[in-house]
């Protein structure tokens, strides 16, 4: 297994951690951090997270599983979110999930053969007023049509 995080960084937040009132504040920045490195946040992310901020795995397991942009399986080079809250619902939200399953050939919580996308829903992207909106990475989409999806998915291949 790929080392989960650097010898600096975790000394680094070893001391965000000292000199933190609250170090539970920092469960989320540490996860993404793993992930960043990792690609996933495995359980022995959830262990070095608990054993640098002095918590019980079960409590960083707790957040982790809670956020939707924390990926504790392996995922694909990107994931795409799509929105399914009611905004994007309303305005075509659901085209938009059909869209990408046939176009990507698989259904939400799957990775394309090529490991290129993972599809999964989320619950809010916060950005109703483009709805429906997916976002890939971290690169927001607004407004789809079918076309707007297809140029996404051109430009976000590897």
């Known amino acids: 297994m790929r080392e989960l995080l ?9 001391a965000r951690a000292a000199a933190s009132a609250h170090p ?23 262990e070095l997270t608990a054993e640098i901020l ?9 957040i982790a599983t809670f956020y939707d942009k924390i990926f504790r399986q392996p995922v694909g080079r990107k994931v795409i ?3 399914d809250s009611i905004c ?6 659901e085209q938009v999930a059909a869209h990408l399953q046939q176009k990507l050939g698989i259904a939400p919580g799957e990775t394309t053969a090529d490991g ?8 809010c992207l916060g950005v109703c007023g483009d709805a429906p909106a997916m976002m ?11 076309e707007k999806i297809d140029a996404a998915l051109e430009k976000e291949k590897d």
């Open 88 to 93: 994007c619902w309303a305005t075509g939200g």
């Open 24 to 46: 539970r504040e920092l469960i989320i920045d540490l996860l993404r951090a793993i992930q960043e490195h990792h690609g996933w946040v495995p359980d022995e992310g959830v």
């Open 54 to 62: 002095g918590l019980s795995p079960l409590q960083v397991e707790e």
């Open 6 to 14: 650097s010898t600096t960084e975790i000394e680094n937040f070893r």
């Open 116 to 123: 290129a996308f993972t599809l999964l829903p989320s619950c």
């Open 136 to 146: 890939i990475g971290l690169k927001l989409y607004g407004r789809l049509t079918p």
């Open 81 to 83: 979110h799509y929105c």
